[in-house]
């Protein structure tokens, strides 16, 4: 079983930046990706990047220029750096691990974390 712990969230004027981390305890390769997507209220769950084990990525197009992601295989950690943040960011942002290649869909991920609330004033 894996186990995902995300943190690094809160409360950002628009413009800021924000670190989310994710930890991974539990089976896990370094060969699985690992990705990052969010949930606004009332909106479907969407995918934000992705990182395989061999530093693959993929990112949504929303995010592109501004999100960047990246893991440490050694801590099993997978990071989202978050630069110029918008209003329209802010939503719940989940953790997931996939046992396969990078994707960006949210049902071909097997474990989940719980959430971090991200919150970006204007």
């Known amino acids: 079983q894996v186990q995902l712990v995300e943190s690094g969230g809160g409360l950002v004027q628009a413009g800021g930046s924000l670190r989310l981390s994710c930890a991974a305890s539990?089976?896990?390769?370094?060969?699985?990706?690992m990705g990052w997507f969010r949930q606004a209220p009332g909106k479907e769950r969407e995918f934000v990047a992705t990182i395989s084990g061999n530093d693959s990525t993929l990112q949504a197009d929303s995010v592109k220029g501004r999100f960047t992601i990246s893991r440490d295989n050694a801590k099993r950690t997978v990071f989202l750096h978050m630069n110029s943040l918008k209003p329209e960011d802010t939503a719940v942002y989940y953790c997931?691990?996939?046992?396969?290649?990078?994707?960006?869909?949210?049902?071909?991920?097997?474990?989940w974390g719980q959430g971090t609330q991200v919150t970006v004033s204007s």
């Open positions: 997931a691990v996939r046992r396969g290649p990078i994707t960006s869909t949210p049902a071909l991920y097997n474990y």
């Open positions: 539990g089976r896990i390769f370094s060969s699985y990706a």
